[in-house]
C-alpha cells in the first residue's frame, strides 16, 4: 500500500543520508529492533553503530531529542512521554489517507491527548493540511463549548511532499534490458504502445477500472498499433479480480489486457521499463498525494 512505500522510502533515504552518528529505533521488542538492524545494513552496510530505546524508557527519548512515528496518530506516545519531561523530545507524526474513521478520529485525539506545540505532523499536500486544520477546528469548538476550554496546543503541520529515490529506477543499458525481458516475459511486441497502471486493483478504495476503459478503446480505434494495458497490482479476493477483468472485456475489447502482481519485487523493480505511458485514474476519497506518477516520473514516464 502506499503508507507502506512512503514509509519504506524514508526510512531507506534517512538510513542512507542522515549525517548521525548512531541510528536509534524505539522498538517494542529486540526482534523489532533485529529486523531494524537488517534495514540499515542492506542501505549504510554492516558495522554502523545502533542502539534501541525500549517503550517507556522517557530519559534515552529526551536524549535524542525527537521520535518519529510513522502515523499522523502519535496521541497514545503524548500520553506515555507525560510520564516524564513533556519538554524533552518532541514527537513527529507523518500523514497518509486521511478519510478513514480511524484517522479522523486520531486527528481529533491529538487535541485531547497531552500535544505540545513542539510536536508535529507532516502533511504530504496541501489538501492534507486542510482536512487536518478542518477537523481540528470543530473539535476546538467542541472542546470550548462543551467544557469551557482555553488552552488548546496544536501540533505544527508543515507540508513535505512524498518523494522517490529516483536512483532505484534502471536507465540506461540497463532500463533497455530489463524492458525488452519484461516484454518478451509478456509476449509484448516491439510495437506495441504499452499504458501501464500501478497500484491495488480496489474499485472504491482505489480506482475505478471503467473510464480507463474507456479512454483505451478510444485510442485503439484511432492509432493503428496494438495498445497494451499493462496493469500491475493486486486483487482484494477473487470477486474483485473477475469484476475488473470483466469489466475490461466489455469496455476496451479492442484493447490487450496484461494483470502482473505488483507485489512481486521484480515486477515492482522492472515494470517501469516496459511501459511507454504510465496513466492514474485514481478517483477515490483518500487519495492525499498519489506516489506512482512520481515514480513514474522518476522512470522518464510521460504521464
Known amino acids: 500500500m502506499g503508507l507502506n512505500a512512503a514509509n519504506e522510502g524514508f526510512l531507506d533515504g534517512f538510513v542512507r543520508h542522515a549525517d548521525v552518528d548512531t541510528l536509534v529505533a524505539h522498538t517494542r521488542s529486540r526482534e523489532e529492533f533485529a529486523a531494524f538492524g537488517e534495514i540499515v545494513g542492506e542501505a549504510r552496510g554492516t558495522g554502523f553503530p545502533l542502539a534501541r530505546i525500549a517503550p517507556g524508557d522517557n530519559a534515552a527519548l529526551g536524549r535524542v531529542g525527537a521520535l518519529l512515528h510513522p502515523f499522523p496518530g502519535f496521541g497514545p506516545l503524548a500520553w506515555n512521554r507525560r510520564f516524564g519531561d513533556s519538554r524533552a523530545y518532541s514527537l513527529l507524526g507523518i500523514t497518509h489517507t486521511t478519510a478513514t474513521h480511524a484517522v479522523m478520529d486520531s486527528i481529533g485525539n491529538l487535541l485531547v491527548a497531552p500535544v505540545e506545540p513542539w510536536d508535529a505532523v507532516v502533511c504530504t499536500s496541501t489538501a492534507v493540511r486542510r482536512t487536518y486544520e ?136 522492472d515494470v517501469w521499463t516496459a511501459a511507454d505511458i504510465f496513466m492514474s485514474l485514481s478517483d477515490n476519497l483518500q487519495e492525499t498525494f498519489g506516489l506512482t506518477p512520481i515514480e513514474a516520473m522518476a522512470a522518464g514516464l510521460p504521464v
Open 134 to 269: 478542518g477537523v481540528l477546528s470543530h473539535w476546538e469548538e467542541y472542546l470550548v463549548s462543551r467544557l469551557g476550554a482555553t488552552r488548546l496546543p496544536r501540533p505544527e503541520l508543515p507540508i513535505i511532499p512524498l518523494g522517490v529515490d529516483t536512483a532505484k529506477f534502471a536507465a540506461g543499458a540497463a532500463a533497455e534490458a530489463a524492458r525488452a525481458r519484461l516484454r518478451g516475459r509478456l509476449g509484448i511486441g516491439e510495437g506495441d504502445i504499452v499504458v501501464l497502471w500501478m497500484g491495488r486493483f480496489n474499485h472504491a478504495a482505489k480506482a475505478h477500472p471503467i473510464p480507463a476503459c474507456l479512454a483505451l478503446e478510444s485510442l485503439a480505434r484511432q492509432v493503428p498499433a496494438r495498445i497494451v494495458h499493462l496493469q500491475a497490482g493486486w486483487f482484494a479476493d477473487a470477486d474483485m479480480e473477475n469484476s475488473f477483468k470483466d469489466a475490461a472485456r466489455v469496455f476496451a475489447p479492442g484493447v490487450h489486457q496484461v494483470f502482473v502482481d505488483g507485489r512481486q519485487p521484480d515486477v515492482r523493480r
